[in-house]
């Protein structure tokens, strides 16, 4: 496909001839070059798309999005996703050229986000321009995008947020959020399944304030997309019940501006821009093929593009003077008098309502309130016990009866992952019978859509949890590695965590699932054992901030230890400890996780009763145990005990660590059955009997 293009409106060198349109021009194709350029240094990145959407983007920021480049923390800011993260350059040359100011500790200071020698090292080592945008990486970036689809998601999440705020802390005269998500997407987001399901939600949930805006040039990696995707996408989106636009030429600027005009003026629908571009356009070669998208266009391509483009043919990452006035003067000015009005706005309603804004700066300044966890029950002992399912309900109860924006849902699974809160309303339009202040979420049977819609949320500084049977963290281990990559506090609650779900077989029975989240850099994981260290470990992880936390929890009753006989609960809380002991250096130490704890309890009882020394040690985190101090780690493990046995109904994928050359396993080699749980555990060895019997193995 070759496509013709007119003469430029400008050239570089003609400013003062030109006015405003010739400076929008100028700006868009900064943009443009800027973006081929920083492919071209680094030999490796996607410049068509980039160069495609330059006036899509450059409109957008410099005419119509709410934003302040001097303070890219402004809680009302509009957001700007660029789900399509491939085309990094152009959300890079936008801030940039945008002046965003560099934020460090949390604090906006007066350097920039970007320089010009930043560009010059985009996709370099330790460089601020790596291959895809990284939030808290580099500010003005407000996700981490680059997996297709998942911006998309996270733009869900942030209009939900956004409600949500509104709803609880908008008052009469104080209209304290009222920004819009912007988002832009691709074929390749199109074809991606999270995004079917996040657009589904977002028209369920008739989200007024999110906008799409799809760049369909038909180009992928393989070709035109019409290999693959034929598809009406349009429909699709009307039938998901958006307001369905269409942009019938990227460059067409003023149409832009009316079709965005129209998007804010929808308050029941969120809009999709359907926006047709040519990838690359203005390269005489490469423009509408796949050669350029995800390659360099090559020197040559790039000085006649930048000769079609009336631009200086061998300067590279060239800023015509006037471009970053010009942005500072339309974006710069128009944000900074809405965040002055805010401010102050701001200021007014700590007088008017004093509760709700510190509840607001507690939010904005990731604090937890005074006595947030002063209801966390405290369980008896039981032998009949509590499914950890179900305490961790309670617990989470009781926590956000004093944290506010604690909040979530499940995918259709609320019964069963016990994750409802009490005595509040569901989050849902006025139409469906619910409320947008409203704290129990309903995803559906949409984990993808789930695990990214929550990232979404977390970044606007609530505390999200979402639910699921743990064999189904499957469907969402893309979202999952992006709050860790992003340090967002998710919590994900996963129930049903072993061959405990019984009947519903190997279908339903995770195996590997622990293995993957444990694999994840940044993760951390909880398998607690009983009731009290589930009440331990929702104190550990709502005071954790700094990532996501993913609870394992059993479907069966897991007895409640007496800890008068055992050690406290609070042990729980560095990971692993000492359970029970004996008087003298233990022979055997058996090691545990989950509903196996109780198991390893009755084998320990035995030994000691039998005059075998033996240890209890209960590990529901490795990541949190591996994080405390060596002296502390032999201590609960001394490496000169090699008797040990590890039990959980799980992968041993990994357990060789704590079990050590000589020490047993007992874990699952394949996958589970349909039976009751009871049969279960006799089949698979994990009975008192069968840990008794590898513990004198090791005893000699």
């Known amino acids: ?349 700590h007088t008017a309502h004093p509760e709700l804004a510190a509840e607001l700066d507690a939010i904005l300044g990731g604090k937890l309130p005074e006595g947030w966890d002063a209801q966390i029950p405290v369980y008896e002992a039981s032998e009949k016990g509590i499914a950890s399912r179900a305490s961790s309900g309670e617990v989470l109860n009781a926590v956000a009866g004093r944290l506010p924006w604690l909040l979530g849902g499940s995918a259709d699974l609320a019964p069963s992952t016990k994750t409802n809160l009490k005595g509040e309303e569901s989050f849902q339009p006025a139409a469906w019978g619910g409320s947008y202040g409203g704290r129990n979420f309903h995803f559906g049977v949409r984990e993808h859509a789930m695990g990214a819609i929550v990232n979404g949320m977390a970044l606007y500084g609530l505390r999200p949890f979402c639910a699921g049977f743990l064999i189904f963290s499957d469907y969402m281990k893309a979202p999952i590695r992006l709050s860790a990559l992003m340090h967002q506090p998710v919590t994900y609650i996963f129930t049903h965590d072993s061959i405990g779900v019984g009947e519903d077989g190997p279908t339903h029975q995770p195996i590997e699932q622990l293995v993957q989240l444990r694999a994840t850099p940044g993760m951390t994981i909880f398998r607690p054992g009983d009731a009290n260290e589930v009440a331990e470990v929702w104190r550990y992880l709502i005071a954790k901030q700094d990532g996501p936390v993913a609870l394992a929890l059993s479907r069966q009753n897991l007895p409640t230890l007496d800890r008068t006989r055992f050690a406290p609960a609070s042990g729980a809380a560095k990971g692993g400890y000492i359970l029970a002991d004996s008087k003298e250096t233990p022979k055997v130490i058996l090691i545990a996780s989950g509903s196996e704890l109780s198991v390893a309890v009755s084998a320990y009882e035995a030994l000691t009763k039998d005059g075998i020394p033996a240890r209890v040690v209960s590990l529901p985190s490795w990541e949190v145990f591996e994080s405390q101090p060596q002296s502390y780690r032999d201590t609960v493990l001394p490496p000169s005990v090699t008797g040990r046995v590890t039990i959980e109904a799980g992968s041993p994928i990994g357990w060789d660590r704590y079990a050590g050359p000589t020490g047993e396993i007992i874990a699952m080699r394949g996958f589970g059955a349909s039976a009751p749980a009871g049969q279960l555990a006799k089949k698979f060895g994990f009975t008192p009997e069968a840990v008794l019997d590898a513990a004198r193995r090791q005893v000699g």
Not at 70 to 96: K, T
Not at 207 to 235: F, K, P, Q
Request: charged fraction near 20%.
């Open 1 to 349: 496909m070759r496509a013709s293009f007119p003469t430029p409106l400008r050239a570089p060198n003609g400013l003062e001839a030109g006015g405003t349109a010739n400076l929008d021009n100028l700006c868009i194709n900064t943009i443009r070059t800027l973006s081929m350029d920083g492919v071209q240094k680094a030999n490796s990145g996607h410049p068509g798309t980039a160069m495609a959407l330059a006036p899509v983007a450059y409109t957008l920021w410099q005419d119509v999005l709410n934003y302040d480049p001097a303070d890219p923390l402004w809680p009302n800011r509009d957001r700007f996703v660029l789900s399509i993260g491939h085309a990094s350059m152009l959300i890079y040359s936008l801030i940039y050229l945008a002046g965003v100011r560099q934020v460090k500790n949390g604090k906006v200071t007066n350097e920039p986000s970007l320089t010009i020698a930043d560009l010059e090292q985009f996709r370099q080592l330790d460089s601020k321009t790596p291959g895809h945008p990284e939030y808290g990486h580099t500010t003005g970036v407000e996700t981490t995008t680059g997996p297709l689809g998942q911006g998309c998601g996270n733009s869900v999440g942030m209009a939900m947020a956004e409600k949500w705020l509104a709803a609880r802390f908008n008052k009469p005269g104080f209209e304290l959020f009222n920004h819009h998500v912007y988002t832009l997407c691709g074929d390749g987001d199109m074809m991606e399944g999270i995004s079917s399901e996040a657009a589904s939600t977002a028209g369920h949930l008739k989200l007024g304030n999110l906008v799409w805006m799809y760049d369909a040039n038909r180009i992928s990696i393989e070709g035109s997309t019409d290999i693959a995707l034929t598809e009406d996408v349009a429909a699709r989106f009307a039938a998901y019940g958006w307001q369905v636009l269409v942009l019938k030429d990227a460059n067409d600027t003023a149409a832009l501006k009316d079709l965005l005009a129209q998007a804010k003026a929808e308050t029941e629908r969120p809009t999709f821009i359907l926006v047709h571009s040519v990838i690359a356009w203005g390269a005489p070669h490469k423009a509408g093929t796949a050669a350029a998208h995800g390659e360099p266009l090559g020197a040559e391509e790039i000085r006649e593009t930048k000769k079609a483009y009336g631009w200086p043919e061998d300067q590279s990452f060239y800023v015509p003077d006037g471009v970053q006035t010009h942005m500072q003067d339309g974006m710069g000015t128009r944000g900074a008098k809405a965040r002055a009005a805010w401010e102050k706005l701001f200021a007014e309603y």
